[in-house]
């Protein structure tokens, strides 16, 4: 009876405990559905317009006087005084006497020769009017116009060999050369200005000795300059003789039209830059000034400008059509520091604006910028 009993006990403990399950089981809650999320690659991107563009090439150079003249005595003596002193700041005309030399005892002995070389003429005379008669005239009026202050005239040439071995032999042909070379020394005491310009370096003042060879400063023409800039290999292409510029200065606010008048032939081997000498005049040049200048280069260029980090393998750029990034080679017009020039992209192609974490054939969205 007892072990009935307990068979009985165990039965309804399992019950029990089933229908607790159950009831448990009943009260808890539904397991929340996980929300699919998306693996779309989402890129930035900008439509592209195309526009003519007018390409210019922006350097800076240094400013040179084109013509300019490093100023030396050939002749020793005292620098004279003048009303116009050659000091740095002060404009000489084309023509006019930038410095004199005292040039007293050798003017004098100049003019010994020329009288000397007077009284030599006059003694040949009487033989060149019976020996010569058609000669005779005009060494006659030669000596008549001969003036020991003013520069020799050039002598009548002979009419025959015989006149001609006859002046030789009076020292006549000797005595001219020898005047017209002491001429040429005397012109040294007295240095003209080749051009119009200013003085921009002087190393002497009036009253000093000066020493044949002495270097006694610089003369400029302010009427023309050369910018000088230097054009890394990958512009040169486009620079030609003849291209305007736009020549500024940063610090006085001035602006100059120029235009590029020589290109060296030499590449400096440590730059590998090019000289191109760009000409400009005008008020407020000045030699060694620092100019910015804008070159025009080609002008039927119709493409886009895009920052240069957007470029792939330096030759291609990601776009996006139908949902596929595509990698589209494009010319490159111009480089920049930080911009390219581009052409051979369409209207409308979506230019990816990244470089990073997509390649050719990954599907995206694209948001536009």
Request: net charge positive.
């Amino acid at each position: 009876m007892l072990k009935r009993k307990s068979i009985l006990l165990g039965i309804l403990v399992i019950v029990v405990t089933m229908g607790l399950a159950f009831a448990f089981a009943g009260m808890k809650k539904a397991p929340k559905e996980r929300k699919v999320i998306s693996k779309e690659i989402v890129v930035p991107v900008q439509s592209i317009k195309n526009a003519k563009i007018d390409l210019k090439l922006s350097v800076i150079g240094n400013l040179e006087a084109r013509d300019k003249v490093e100023v030396y005595t050939e002749v020793t003596g005292i620098l004279k005084s003048s009303k116009k002193q050659f000091l740095e700041g002060v404009s000489f005309s084309k023509g006019e006497i930038l410095l004199s030399i005292q040039d007293d005892k050798y003017r004098a002995e100049v003019y010994s020769k020329r009288s000397s070389f007077m009284t030599e003429i006059a003694s040949v005379l009487p033989d060149l009017k019976f020996d010569y008669p058609e000669s005779y005239s005009a060494w006659e009026q030669y000596l008549k116009e001969l003036d020991v202050e003013k520069q020799l005239a050039p002598i009548p040439a002979a009419q025959n060999d015989q006149e001609k071995y006859f002046l030789a032999g009076k020292n006549i042909y000797t005595e001219y050369y020898n005047i017209k070379s002491l001429e040429q020394q005397l012109s040294k005491y007295s240095i003209i200005a080749p051009f119009s310009g200013e003085i921009i370096e002087s190393n002497i003042k009036p009253g000093t000795l000066v020493m044949s060879g002495q270097k006694l400063g610089e003369f400029v023409n302010t009427s023309a300059y050369d910018l000088v800039v230097g054009i890394d290999l990958n512009n040169l292409a486009g620079i030609k003789v003849g291209n305007k510029v736009n020549v500024y200065s940063k610090n006085t606010n001035g602006n100059w039209d120029g235009s590029v008048r020589r290109i060296s032939k030499k590449v400096d081997s440590e730059t590998q830059m090019v000289n191109v000498y760009i000409a400009v005049s005008g008020n407020d040049l000045k030699e060694g000034m620092f100019l910015n200048a804008d070159i025009q280069l080609k002008k039927d260029v119709f493409g886009v400008e895009i920052p240069r980090k957007f470029l792939v393998n330096s030759e291609y750029v990601f776009i996006v059509s139908k949902g596929i990034v595509n990698q589209q080679k494009v010319t490159i017009v111009q480089k920049k520091e930080d911009v390219v020039v581009i052409e051979g992209l369409e209207d409308g192609d979506l230019l990816v604006l990244k470089t990073s974490g997509i390649h050719k054939g990954i599907a995206v969205g694209t948001q536009e910028q």
